[in-house]
C-alpha cells in the first residue's frame, strides 16, 4: 500500500505472531507482548547529547509470541524471514553472536541476564516475532523488537517485579549498544515503551522524565504524513556513530558535560574553538533543543491553529534544513519529499530518526493530504505513506 490511509492496529499481528508460533514450535504460546514502532515529532540527534526530544509511538507494533523452555535455549523465528527458527544457547550469548535480526533478542536476553532480571535458573524460551514497522525505514523497528522481547522474556520467567518501564527502554538500549553494536540513544526505546495513546512525549533525556502533551491533530483537522522513501538506512553502518562521536568531542572540547549544556549565546565561542565542521554539528544541536522547547510551548498553548499552527510548521521545516545543512544526515530522497511536501501545501516538513535514508513527516490539513500524498508520490514513486496517530506503548495483547 502506498497511498495515504489509516493504519493497522495490534490485534492482526499479535495472532499472526501466535500462528508462526504454533507452527514453528508446534504448542500454543504462553502469550503475546507487543511495542511500536516511533516518530520523533522533533528534536533529532539530541538525545545521546542529554537534550530534548518529542517523540510519539505509532500504530505500527511488533508482536512476540513466547512461552519458556527448561533446556536452556532461547529460540527466535520470523514471519518476516524464510520460517526458519535460530537456536542461541543461553550460554553463548555475547556481544555479536548470533549475527542479523537475532543478535537483537539475543542481545535483549543477555541484558535482562546481566541485570538479574531473568534468574540464573531462567530455562530459556521460544519466541516467534511478526511485525507492521517497517524494516530500516527509520522508524524504530530494532527498538519495537527489543522492547516487545524484554517485556515477553520478564514475563515468562515470572520476573515482571524486576523489569520496570524504565529498566525495560535501559536495558533495551543497552542491548543495541553493545549487543548489536548501535550506539543509538535512548529516544527510540523509551518511545516505544511509554507511548502514550493520543500523547506525544516530550523527554528530557538528561533526567528522564517525561511529560505527555495531547497532540489530536484531527481536531486542529490536521493529520501527520509519514513518507517513508524506501532508502534503507542502516545506523551501525552510516555515519551516525561519526556524529555521535563529533559531538562528544565538541562538549570535551568546550568543557561541558553534553552539547545540551549550551545555549545560542555560545555558538560564537564554538566557532572560535572548533573547526568549521564539527561547530555547525554544535549548532544544529543548540538549535535543535531550542526548536523542541519552543514546540512544546506551542502545544502548551492548545490546538495548533492559526499563528500556533504555522510557528509549528516553521519549527519542523527549520530542522529539516538544520539535519540537511549542519548535521548534514540527510539525503536526496528526503529533501525532495520535505520539499515536494512543502510546495503542496504542507505546513511543515522534515526528515525524522537517524537519517541517511528512512521517513520524513510531514504535518499536514486534512483537506490537504490526497494533494500532498500525491505530489509526493509523483516526485518518488516508490514512497510508502501513511496517516500517523499517536499510540500505546508495549504492552501485553493476549
Ligand atoms: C536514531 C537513534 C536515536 C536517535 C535518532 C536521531 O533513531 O536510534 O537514538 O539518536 O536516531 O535523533
Known sequence: MNTAGTVGTVGPIAAEAARLFESAYGRTAGGVWAAPGRVNVIGEHTDYNEGFVLPMAIDRYTAVAAAPRTDGLLCVVSAAGDHRVTEIALSDLAPRVPHGWPAYPAGVAWALRGAGVLPSRFGGADLA??????????????????????????????????????????????????????????????????????????????????????FDLAVAELTLLVIDTGVSHDLGESGYPARRASCEKAAAVLGVQALRDLTTADLDRAAAQLDETTARRVRHVVTENERVERFVSLLKLGELTGPRLNAAGELLTASHASLRDDFEVSCDELDVVVDTALRAGAHGARMTGGGFGGSAIALVSLDRAERVTASVLDALPEAEIFQAVPARGAHRVA
Open 129 to 214: 516475532f511478526a511485525s507492521t514497522v517497517p524494516i530500516g525505514a527509520g522508524l524504530s523497528s530494532s527498538a519495537a523488537l527489543e522492547c516487545s522481547t524484554g517485556m515477553a522474556l520478564a514475563a515468562i520467567a515470572d520476573a515482571e517485579v524486576r523489569l520496570s518501564p524504565a529498566e525495560l527502554a535501559r536495558l533495551s538500549q543497552y542491548a543495541e549498544n553493545v549487543y548489536a553494536g548501535v550506539p543509538c540513544g535512548p529516544l527510540d526505546q523509551l518511545s516505544s515503551v511509554f507511548g502514550a495513546e493520543g500523547g506525544v512525549l516530550f523527554i528530557d533525556t538528561r533526567s528522564l522524565e517525561i511529560a505527555v502533551h495531547p
